[in-house]
């Protein structure tokens, strides 16, 4: 069974940065994509980053791939997001998720994950 552990939310002000983590357990990730989503109040869940487990491959949402950086540990089974910049609208609440996919070009829909963690608060204030 697929465990996801996300941890490093909290507030920041702006122009600050934040580095969230992702502990992976329960299989073995080598053919997996991990990918970092985020949904704000009253908005849908986001697309934010994606990376694949086996060469490090990655895909962004175009407006943060300037701020955020996806990685992974493969030897930790950790995953994580660094967040540069960080302005009020990314508040939200981040996401992992992980799941077997043949692509990262599909790895930016939220249905594609059966495996997510309980997510971490970011909040930026101004």
């Known amino acids: 069974q697929v465990h996801l552990v996300e941890s490093g939310g909290g507030l920041v002000q702006a122009g600050g940065s934040l580095r969230l983590s992702c502990a992976a357990s329960?299989?073995?990730?080598?053919?997996?994509?991990m990918a970092w989503f985020r949904q704000a109040p009253g908005k849908e869940r986001e697309f934010v980053a994606a990376?694949?487990?086996?060469?490090?491959?990655?895909r962004y949402t175009d407006s943060m791939k300037d701020r955020f950086t996806i990685s992974r540990d493969v030897i930790k089974n950790m995953v994580y997001l660094q967040m540069n910049s960080l302005k009020p609208e990314d508040t939200a609440v981040y996401s992992c998720?992980?799941?077997?996919?043949?692509?990262?070009?599909?790895?930016?829909?939220?249905?594609?994950?059966?495996?997510w963690g309980q997510g971490t608060q970011v909040t930026v204030s101004s």
């Open positions: 329960g299989t073995t990730f080598s053919r997996y994509i």
């Open positions: 990376i694949r487990w086996s060469d490090g491959e990655t």
């Open positions: 998720a992980a799941d077997y996919l043949t692509t990262l070009a599909i790895a930016t829909t939220a249905r594609r994950f059966a495996y």
